[in-house]
Every structure is written in C-alpha cells, then in structure tokens.
C-alpha cells in the first residue's frame, strides 16, 4: 500500500499562474483534508471532504477551489497563485467519521513569485 | 485560528534523557492526537486519547490529559537521536470533523 500520495512534489509558479495539487489515498478512508505549513507553523485547514461528493471549506480557503473526483482522489486548485500562497501542502484522509488518526501524504513544496 | 499551543517551542536535550511536551486546548474535546514530523516530510501519528482518557502508554511514549485544565503532555521516555523531529498536538471538537493542530514543539535530541 502507497498510503496517501501527492504531486507534484515541487512546483514553482509565477504570480496569476494556475495550478492542480493531486491526491490519492489507497486505504479505502471515506474523508480526506488538505493543509497548508507556513514556516515555523502547525498546520491549517483549507477544505476537507467528509464523504465522496461533499467538500467543506477549512480555516483558510479563500484562493482555493477543490474537488473529490471519487473515492481515493482529492485535488486542490489554486486558480490565480498569489505569493501569500507560498507554502507546503499536505493532504490527509482518515477513516469514517473523521474521528480518528489522519495519514498524511509527503507534501507539495510550492513556491509562487 | 489554532487551537492548541504547544510549550516548549523548541527543546533540546541529551540522549537518554526524557523529554515532555505540554499542549493547552481552548474548547471541549472529542479526542486529542500527537504527531510527529521529521524535517521535509508529513506528519505522522503516534498516539490518540480520547477525552475520558487520562493516560495512554505507546512504546516509550506516555501522554496525559487533563480536561479540566484542558491540556496535554507527551513524555518520550530515554530519548535517542532518531526522536529529533517537530511534535505537534492536534485537537477534535466535539462534533467536528476536523483537527486543529498546535503550532508544535521542536525537540533536538543532542548525541
């Protein structure tokens, strides 16, 4: 089993580009989340999916869209990159419920410019 | 905003020493989680208590809660080198279907 994996994992844009963050999970977990690290931070919340077909926005949504393709996939968009959104991504899923231990993928080092 | 704050924010210590990390939470709670993240990599789980739980053992690990004070400690017990890494607290609402994490604790165990 790969767990959760994401791409890519490096990805330099310039300022207005767009871009499409994958993730993939293979354990069969019905919710998954994803989150951005600032340097020197915890992690934070942009959207989560509790289910296939339902996405809720997180602590900092705002210049992301999201989209949970089915079951195992669940990708982030960011239309029109900003440098506020220079970061690392993580994404997430978890079992049923949401309740229980989260197993995270590497992360994608973005760098926008 | 994030809801546990993690005391240290960094510690260093010698091999073989015991290090503990305090986590303080700000709302009621489902469960609270401590992960581990080694430099450049995600975040791994190492142990999860639920909020009728005062303490719970995994290998060297040792992590208290205390609802009424509402906060945490993870002690890792005869510390070694492969336990440097950043140590995160995170926090189910009642109810919620997400984790709020602390900012973390980064712990430097010294050769």
């Known amino acids: 089993n790969a767990g959760v994996t994401q791409t890519p994992k490096f990805q330099v844009l310039k300022t207005g580009q767009s871009m499409t963050l994958q993730c993939a999970q293979d354990?069969?977990?019905?919710?998954m989340y994803w989150y951005r690290q600032d340097p020197g931070m915890g992690l934070r919340l942009i959207y989560y999916?509790?289910?296939?077909?339902?996405?809720d926005k997180g602590e900092v949504p705002n210049g992301y869209n999201v989209s949970r393709l089915n079951k195992r996939e669940f990708s982030l968009r960011l239309e029109s990159a900003a440098p506020s959104q220079t970061s690392v991504y993580f994404c997430?899923?978890?079992?049923?419920?949401?309740?229980?231990?989260?197993?995270f993928g590497p992360g994608t080092r973005l760098t926008v410019t | 905003s994030q809801q546990g704050e993690e005391d240290p924010q960094a510690l260093s210590i010698q091999e073989g020493e015991n290090a503990t990390m305090n986590c303080s939470y700000k709302?009621?709670?489902?469960?609270l989680q401590w992960y581990r993240q080694n430099s450049g990599r995600g975040l791994v789980h190492l142990i999860l208590?639920?909020?009728?739980?005062r303490e719970k053992h995994s290998g060297r690990l040792r992590v208290t809660l205390d609802t009424s004070k509402k906060s945490s400690s993870l002690l890792i017990t005869a510390s070694r080198a492969a336990d440097t890494a950043s140590y995160f607290c995170?926090?189910?609402?009642?109810?919620?279907?997400?984790?709020?994490f602390g900012q973390g604790t980064r712990l430097t165990i010294n050769p």
């Open positions: 999916s509790a289910s296939e077909g339902t996405t």
């Open positions: 995170a926090t189910h609402g009642e109810g919620a279907q997400k984790l709020v």
């Open positions: 354990m069969n977990h019905n919710s």
């Open positions: 997430a899923s978890s079992e049923a419920g949401g309740f229980g231990e989260q197993y």
């Open positions: 208590i639920r909020s009728n739980e």
């Open positions: 709302t009621s709670i489902n469960n």
